[in-house]
């Protein structure tokens, strides 16, 4: 049987590592404890003290070895790990023979063999004797989902999916949702799953200490495989290799151990440290299964499988960052050439080649790839797939990437995704799998936020959203709650959902969704809601929210749904009582308060029946963890408060007092409230203390017992003697013992936290703890009520305590009962279920030695957080921080229901019509105790604001006081008043009143600037969004007089389509085929260009290094022999031309012949045009239809054309918007004009009488609309206005003043454009009307002066002014007219062009819509398309070059068979000369003409050019005369054997010798025959070869083409299904049925007029055409005949002219002779060579004696001057001596004089004398090399000199020649 958290240490050999013996030593003394602790249990004594401290002891000796083995894994696995078995085998290591025999095992392990999954799982570990079924718990279903490990969803086949739910691995059908779970090994978790790449094996690689990897075969789900000892405490990655033999896997902390298998034996290839730190993925190579990759924390990895002398090895290379950032990498992928591809942490693509950053990959504009990291890369049909934790899917162009290389020094290259799908928002993707469905593309995909999701990548017209298939808890699950009433269960997490699950059929009912996470649940007691239809939950903000679950098919009314759920959720009633998350949510017994705690430190009363009215609050030491109320057993209703820090709070039952005004409460805090509180005391130094205490007690009493028999045994055999020697023995053992010192008491610095807690009697609590105070139960006694006491001084420890196995480091987090309090089910720190079996009535838990434990959340991070029973105690259901929720059967003799169904709550009546409370969103929304201080200080405020509004009121009065006197100083005379400054009681204060007001202004512009700055940028972002994108807004023009306006056209820039934006197809990037082909030619001509330009300076240079001088005889008589020699050849080859010309000529007629089936090129070419252009009218729908090669269309032309389109339609839109702009310019200036003549009119009308005035028009205003541009210019009042605007909204104004504040912008608009910028119109209009209003003004004046009465001249002339006035002001009356009626025309007649225009502009539309559409879908087929036209493009291309190959060879194989003509020709032309060299009637005849036929067998040129031995020489001799031999027997001629290298007598030598030279130059032409012969061989089976390959490859280019075309008809069939709106009249629809357009138009054509008016046109043309071709036809009947006549006259000549030549030879030279031959006989050219020859060589000879004459010449010529030189030399030497001769004397006579004034030489003159000396010694050499150097001279040839002759002694003379 297994222990608790046993990793599987029963199925591996015990001597595998110390610490797993440790453990199972450790396991045996616990069993020893337990039957101890049935005896008594009270103070642990007798063998419970003894397997206590054993057990402690063991416990301190399994760390020492194991943290030796963890410090050592890194070095053994480095250093010892490193070799493999197949590495030792390969070296040929010797091994043992045990081991050898235990290989042969592995090596045998049968394909059939399965392990029994029955004795491999993992079971319940029991307590002996206990009679507690295994199947206390079973699990019955999982509703949670661990969604942020790694990795975690498989696919089996299409309808099964697998992942791992905490202990165990769950396969998921994705049609009927049913479950199947494999249990870990081990029971310490499962680290990773992979899928081998056949979907008939899954790995499961676990957790624990050397865990296993569990090879499953499926469908069946047997173990298949077990591989042992790959890691030391987890795995973190799995993967097979692309085949499926090999499986690699890498280890987690501490060893990160990289392994591979060889999975199938169970043996271990290669094993290696991955990195120190912490490794994510490992993955072999699809491509080269000898490369692998690793990545993880901060790094990447690159492996390889090398073949060392040491054997196979695997070699890593790291990944250098260089000047890229290092990152974590969670996705990466190998790409086939085996480059790889990895994310980053900041979204961007890096791709590493050699170990190296190649280029790092980012968006256009430097933006990431993805917002946050990339979590996984795939290849998948050439296509890059990049999955984000953003949510987003992007694909991306393999062929982009592949070639990418960086560009400049940042290391970046800016491409963009080919597709992308944003699957959601809130969606954070962790890992995608392909589902193999055949025709679909679709993926499931890992969502980190608690979901699976189902997506389509089909990036089509009929691509399907993205769909949810499961959705689950994100994270930790916080609380759990189950309804008392049935099967429902609730829970909540810190995703910010609530979750309702029918954990009796299984399924998910309902969920909700908030702002915050919740952190407490509880389901409302029946005693409050007797349907059980509510539930309270709180969150991490502070909020409680209590929410109402209900049936919605109860519901009448359904408003409108189509899909009616099993349940719904509502909120109920909602409030805010804590700061911080809520921790507890408790109902007292009565179901009257609600208590709810929270990490803020405090505990808040609700009174349940007034609508959860507040009571009060408690404030608590510490954060609450737990709340529980005591049971209905307990006298007192009492809170047990549990805080995190060590403190234990009892609450009594607040009083709920009378109704209070909330007025009168200032805060809701209860101060006179009794809390008893308990502060926990570490206790367990002191309980480990007492045991040892105990143990070496009674330690002691069993040596006292051991000694006194020993000692009764020695005194009966021994007697005194045996008393002695027992003293003796009895010194000697106290001497060697040493009493250990007993364990210190310790108390730790920090308290421990307390984990969980329940009442046990009145005033006393049972109390779980983590840290040091682990493994124990303590029982707590509140001490009694003393409000004088200070809390954190207080120490309590507890009285009691009951002994947790195993729990030292994995304490109880969480306890509940059953209903019949008989089982208590402990939630454990490492997810694992404990439950004890109690008795009945029994709170001090004497009875809790028996429990059943067992592993099922992650051991690791799966952390119990709540488990609770169901209303019946049949289920149980825990909650782990590892996102699972499990529900467990409970075992019981009464079977289960089957098909169990939870009953939702039946809806309360009118729940449909209740008003839903106000939620409350905003984290920072007041709490109820804030919200009552605000409401106090906001009552505070409210009495200091009325005291400073008193304050104000007499500054205000004191202000008009003070007014008062200014004005009362400025009213009294100026020398009595008094200067402002007097009134300054002191000048300091107004300038410290300036001062601040300074300072409060720069405050509000610094508090103001955000704010400034804010909305700046917002406005930029609106017109960088909406104006910056418009080339031009919609203007509206009015017409004057009609209601007719006409707006122009909204512009925004061109798009990317436009055709003045992007490139044309011209202009398009080359292929690369078309680059190479480009390069190619270039390059060829470059090179020829480069080689000419080369060679002719190069003959120019030779040419002009030449020297010209007179030819002599000798050139002259070569010369000539060759001219002559040349002239004869020349002759002879013209011969030879003419005949060759001829026989081309005959030849190329021949060839000229047209065969029988002969067809006229022309005609072809016509009828392949004809079939081209003609047209082919055949529906695009029929299955045969063939596209032709110039209508396929591709992405690229159809942007073309939506280019083209679009370039049309903006530039047509242009158009008319500058017609409509001319338009408005038009109205402005009649407007201007109307003004002036409005004004004009006015000044008439001052001069006339009112009775003849005429209604004066009006003049026309430019309304908003038409000037747009005005709308963004503003002024100061313009702002002013939209201010008080806003304050009228805030106030809450009525419609009206809204309205009117509305209008006052408008005109501020107007006001400020006319004021400011205005219209040059305007501005001119109003300076003439101003001049006109001085103009009258001046007038009015001058009539009010002038007041006589006018003269009859004056009355004259005042009559014809008014009638010049009158037809004046009816004259501008008409002009303002006619003025507003043309613009009025001119609009309309440009309105009906727009009218016109739209309509074209809506059918563009159409069509631009079509041809996106098509667009979008052409680039779907674009990559697979470009591939069958590579495919193709390509196997036509190498067509070509073999066929051009072929061409080659058989333009080569006529050639060399044309020279094997000549050459027999040749051979035909020698022997005919020879036969007439040697004439008629000659008897050597026969002699001659076998030497001339006799075979030899020569020596190659090549070997006769070199040295060669003499043994070489004999053996070619005997070759030779073998072969002699050998052709003299072959010719059977004669049987004599003839010497041919002798001329016999009386033959002519000439003869003689010619027939050898034609002999040789016969075998010269047999051995090129030879040669040529062998070369046409050659060519024939290269010929043969190629045309093989051509026919493979016109075949698979057929299929190719084929190909293409199928895929083009699926395209076309794809287009066809794309809907185009073509709009029709009725006259032009032709298709009716009597006299009605039918309803169904499925089988009608649109057809163009101009198409069919071609084809009426074409038939008349065919016609025609039909007429001419039977006249030709007859015609070349006609030819034909006539050919054939003169075809048998031309025969007849031929055969007499060949019997006149017949006749012609016979009479000249007495028989029939070739031509040919006798004209090659002109000259015998060996001749002639020998001579020109011989005279070259005369020449030669005679330039050879020339040079050498010269030679000597100059020789001579040297040798005087060398003479000349030497003697000039001897002159000056003699001159030397004669000079030196003279100064001796002069020295001497120097001497002689001084030497009686000095006796004694000085020392300068002997310095002199020897320097005078060295100088003479140094001449005498001189003149004796001279000496020597003439005498060299005179042994050479040519003039002799006469001797030197030297002088004797000191005397030297000249030397004469």
Known sequence: MKEPDDHDMDGEKSDKSKSASGRQSQGSSKSGSKSATKEDYKFLEDTTDETFTEGEGLYSEEEGPYTEHLE????????????????????????????????????????????????????????????????????????????????????????????????????????????????????????????????????????????????????????????REGAEIGYASVDFNYSGTLLASVGGSPDYTLTIWNWKEEQTMLRTKAFSQE??????NPEDDEQLTTSGSGHIKFWEMALTFTGLKLQGSLGRFGKTATTDIEGYIELPDGKVLSGTEWGNMLLWEASL?????????????????????????????????????????????????????????????????????????????KMSEHGNNFWLAQDANGAIWKLDLSFSNITQDPECLFSFHSGAVQALAVSPLTYLLATTALDCSVRIYDFGSKTPLAQMKFKQGGTALTWVPRLVNNTGAQIIVGFEDGVVRILELYDPKGITVFAGRNKILDADIQLKRVFKPHTASVTALAYERDGEILATASKDQTVFFFEVEKDYKPIGYINTPGPVCQLTWSPSSHPENTLLIICENGYVLEAPHPVIQEEVEDHDVVSYEIRDMCIKCFHFSSVKSKILRFIEMEKR???????????????????????????????DQEEEEEEAEEEEPLPEIFIPSTPCHILCGFYSEPGKFWASLGGYDAGFLYHCEFPPYDESSNIKEQKDEPFDFRFLEDTDDNPIQIITFSINQIMMFCGMKNGAIRVYILNENDPSLTSMVHYWHFS???????????????????FLVSAGADSNIFVYSIFSELELEKDIKAKVPSPRFGIETEIIPEDIEDPKAYSIENARKKREHDKLMKEVEEIKAGKREQLRVLRNEFGKL??????????????????????????EINRKTTYKIRQVEKELAWEKEKHQLGLMKLQNRFRDSLESDAIVVYAIESAHKIASYRLVKPSKYFKGKRTSQSERRLSKLERLEKEGVGRKESHRDTGTSISIPEESIIEKGKTFRPKTLSEIMVENQIEKTRKLILKAERAQQKIQQRKKEWEELYKSKPDDDFEDPRDVQAIKEAQMHMGDFNLKTAPDYRIPEHMRINAAKKEEELGILDTMVHGKKMHMNKCILALRDLKVAVIEEIQCLVQELKNIQSSLHISKHIPIPQVPQMLPEEVPEKRFHYDEETLLTFKRREMKRQDGKSATLDQAGYAVPGGGFLRHSHGRDGDPMTRESMSRSSKASTYSLDSQKLVEFEKAEPTDVELEIMKRDEIKHLYMQQYLTNRIKELIVTFDAELHLLRHQKLKLDTKMKLSDLHHLTLFQEMLLLKNFEKQENILQERVNSLDKEEQDMQWKINETLTEMEEKKNEVNKLQDQEKALYAGFQAALGENNKFANFLMRVLKRKIKRVKKKEMEGDVDEDEESDESSEDESSLENDEDESGSEDEVFDDSVCPTNCDPALFELALQLREKRLDIEESLVEEKKIIDNLKKEYDTLSKKVKVVATNLNAAEEALEAYQREKQQQLNELLVVIPLKLHQIEYVAFGEIPTDLSGTLVFSNQSLGRLQDRILQLQEENVQQQKLNKECWERRKQLIREKREMAKTIQKMEETVHQLMMSKFGRVIDLEALQTLSVNTTLEELKIKKLRKELLNAKEMKMWEEKIAQVRWELMMKTKEHTKKLHQMNDLCIEKKKLDSQLNTLQNQQGNAFQSLRRADIVARQKVTELIEVQAERILALKEEIAILRRKDGLILPPIQSSQGDDMKPMDL
């Open 72 to 227: 050592g894994s890194s070095s053994s696995t480095q250093d010892d790990n490193l070799e493999s078995i197949g590495e030792s085998q390969s070296m040929g290591t010797p091994i043992p023979p045990a081991e050898e025999a235990e290989e042969e095992v592995k090596k045998n392990i049968s394909e059939n063999f399965f392990y029994d999954y029955d004795e491999l799982v993992s079971m319940p570990y029991v307590t002996p004797d206990s009679r507690i079924p295994l199947d206390l718990l079973m699990l019955v279903h999982s509703f949670g989902y661990d969604c942020k490990k790694r990795a975690n969803l498989q696919l089996l086949d299409n309808k099964t999916l697998m992942y791992i739910a905490g202990n165990q691995l769950v396969l998921l059908d994705l049609k009927t949702k049913e479950q199947i779970y494999l249990r870990s090994s081990g029971g310490g978790g499962i680290g990773v799953i992979g899928v081998h790449p056949n979907k008939t094996y899954f790995a499961v690689a676990e957790k624990g200490y050397f865990p296993n990897i569990i090879i499953y075969e499926y469908p069946s789900l047997k173990p298949y495989r077990i591989l």
């Open 279 to 284: 490794v994510f993925k490992v993955t072999f």
């Open 357 to 433: 950053i190649k280029v790092e990959l980012c968006r256009v504009g430097r933006k990431s790839c993805h917002q946050g990291p990339i979590n996984q890369i795939m290849l998948d049909e050439g296509e890059v797939i990049t999955v984000g934790s953003d949510g987003c899917i992007r694909i991306w162009d393999f062929e982009t990437i592949d070639t990418a290389d960086v560009i400049d020094e940042t290391g970046l290259l800016e491409i963009e995704p080919i597709n992308e799908l944003q699957v959601d928002k809130n969606v954070k993707l962790f890992s995608m799998i």
């Open 697 to 727: 007690k009674k330690q002691k009493e069993l040596k006292e017992q051991e000694r006194e028999e020993r000692r009764k045994q020695l005194i009966e055999e021994m007697g005194e003697d045996g008393e002695k020697k027992f003293q």
């Open 856 to 874: 099922m959340h992650d051991n690791d991070y799966g952390c119990m957080k709540s488990i609770s029973t169901s209303f019946d105690d049949r």
């Open 966 to 991: 200014l004005k009362m100083n400025e009213e009294l005379p100026k020398h009595m008043q008094f200067t402002r400054e007097d009134f300054d009681l002191d000048s300091k204060i107004r300038a």
